[in-house]
């Protein structure tokens, strides 16, 4: 297990010197990004409903992007008109035609695998919109279709740099969400719904910046209560449910933790024996109470993370349930909820936060912020993992 530096929780100019991949720093302009992916909405001319709808709207983005379109999915919810589908792998649906939308989002705009599906789209005369930096190659693409084009990154993201997608997931998301909304299909744009977003953001940020004490910072409180175990976070909706995954997904690929995730009550029932074995119990043996258990290390223990997003029936029993068998089992789990005045900002929030508590325990354990890791040969550009 390795030891976390909680001294250095403390210390806002060490986090800094640490932080060699500005990843603070980026998090805590989350807001701006979303507010000035809101401007670019505008001066493109894009407003809600002003499209013809298309039969289906097929998203893809570079896998390191992080869930930008499963939140699609879920926030333009099962109620909507036109079906929203993620397209992945380079190869465009055998059933994907004139009559049928598709978005391509990418942070330098050069990711070979969107450039081979807007290739494929053209022969087949679909429709192509992009969401890419002005003047590369998804955006000519685009622009040659007579597709639509959203340039939402800033400059610094949208360069070389292999660590910009890391940046990309708002302003992905929010050019991604403004183009459905264009054509009829959710209901969150730009306006009220991306100010409650940057406004939630902000908020977190605020309350995790760097300077805020550990025990007043929710980050750095998540950070140290998740050293050291497995983390199982679990949403109790399709919303929470992507949060969860993407919680998940931060703190392994930032801070080096293994985690799971899931969606309620499908993630509970498929659990199977996860919390029966010997990671899903605090104590550890029995059979000799009065050994000398001060050199032993601490047990690797199941971690529960709940992220409550409604305050219903259904969700109040799932709730309940957790508190109970986790009281049972004598594992502690933490119960987040999240405010704001609907799903997008809730979903904001729950993201932010675990964004933050993966970058605190990734600089207390050592862990380099201004690297991928091992596998950064799959760089933005690179859909083979070659250079």
């Given amino acids: 297990m390795i030891p976390v530096d909680e001294a250095l929780l403390d210390d806002a100019d060490g986090l800094g010197r640490a ?9 805590a302009g989350a807001g701006a990004q979303v507010r000035r992916a809101s401007w ?136 991604l969400l403004a183009i459905c909304q264009s054509f009829g299909v959710g209901t969150y744009g730009p306006g009220e719904a991306f100010d409650a977003l940057a406004d ?10 760097p300077t805020a004490g550990t025990y007043e910072n929710p980050a750095k409180a998540l950070a140290l209560d998740l050293a050291g175990t497995i983390p199982v976070v679990w949403g109790t909706g399709p919303v929470a449910g992507v949060a969860a995954g993407r919680v998940a997904a931060s703190l392994t690929s930032v801070a080096g933790l293994p985690a799971l995730s899931g969606t309620l009550p499908e993630a509970a029932a498929g659990s199977g024996n996860l919390f029966d074995g010997s990671l899903g119990r605090a104590s550890g043996d029995s059979d000799d109470f009065f050994r000398d258990r001060i050199e032993e290390p601490e047990p690797l223990r199941l971690r529960p993370v709940l992220l409550v997003d409604a305050d219903t029936a259904p969700v109040r029993r799932q709730v309940e349930a957790v508190r109970r068998i986790t009281g049972e089992l004598g594992l502690p789990f933490n119960e987040i909820t999240a405010e704001g005045p609907n799903a997008l900002a809730q979903f904001g929030e729950f993201v932010a936060l675990g964004d933050f508590a993966a970058t605190y325990l990734a600089l207390t354990t050592g862990h380099d912020t201004g690297s991928e890791g091992c596998f950064d040969v799959f760089a933005p550009g690179d859909g083979d993992g070659t250079r």
Avoid: H, M
Wanted: glycine share 14%; with cysteine.
């Fill in 40 to 175: 670019a909405v505008a001066e493109s001319g894009l407003r809600a409903g002003g499209g013809d709808r298309p039969r289906t709207i097929a998203v893809a983005v570079p896998p390191n992007c992080g869930p930008a379109v499963a939140a699609l999915i879920a926030l333009t919810g099962s109620t909507a008109a036109v079906p929203v589908v993620a397209v992945t792998g380079g190869i465009l649906p055998g059933w994907l035609g004139p009559l049928d939308l598709l978005v391509l989002g990418g942070p330098t705009g050069g990711e070979r695998d969107l450039l081979a599906l807007a290739e494929q789209a053209y022969r087949r005369g679909c429709g192509i919109a992009a969401v890419a930096p002005e003047g590369s190659a998804v955006d000519a693409a685009a622009e040659q279709s007579r597709g639509l084009r959203l340039r939402v990154f800033a400059p610094a993201v949208g360069g070389p740099d292999k660590v910009a997608a890391r940046d990309a997931f708002w302003p992905l998301l929010s050019g």
């Fill in 200 to 209: 939630r953001l902000d908020a977190v940020g605020l309350r995790c910046r």
């Fill in 19 to 27: 932080d060699t991949g500005q990843s603070l720093l980026t998090l």
